[in-house]
């Protein structure tokens, strides 16, 4: 069963998808893996049995057949489907706020924390009453 399931994402890629040619399949194969099926989220293309999935790395290999570049045959594919198609967006233009915001909201959240905790540890103990307000106390519980 443990082989049958890590079997599973081989399935996807159907034989009638397969270049003859070893070299250019086992580079459509490195870069399907990189690209996410529109339908499936966080699937590459070479895992996914969807309909679009199967098009897509068609499509791929057919680039590749025509002789275009691995760098090439990506942008060919992120120029019509956009950045969402890559498992790794480009850390690049708005992207930076999508690699970096976390790491900044954490740096920020543990400023607080620290400045909170250094806040409560400088904090004066409770103010002693006055005779008068001790006096006034006294009155108020044995009533």
């Not at 499936?40 to 275009?68: K, M, Q, T």
């Not at 045959?73 to 706020?97: H, K, T």
């Amino acid at each position: 069963m443990l082989l049958l399931a890590c079997a599973g994402p081989a399935w996807a890629v159907q034989p009638d998808e397969v270049l003859n040619d070893p070299a250019l399949e086992t580079r459509a194969r490195a870069l399907s893996e990189g690209l996410r099926c529109p339908v499936c989220r966080n699937e590459s293309i070479d895992e996914s049995n969807a309909d679009i999935a199967r098009d897509l790395r068609l499509l791929l290999r057919e680039r590749l057949v025509a002789g275009d570049s691995d760098v090439d045959a990506v942008q060919y594919l992120v120029d019509r489907y956009g950045e969402y198609i890559l498992l790794s967006p480009r850390v690049e233009g708005a992207n930076f706020a999508l690699w970096f915001a976390a790491p900044i909201m954490l740096l920020v959240a543990g400023g607080i924390a620290l400045a909170t905790i250094r806040g409560r540890s400088r904090a004066r103990g409770p103010v002693a009453l006055t005779d008068a307000e001790q006096t006034r106390l006294d009155e108020l519980l044995n009533k």
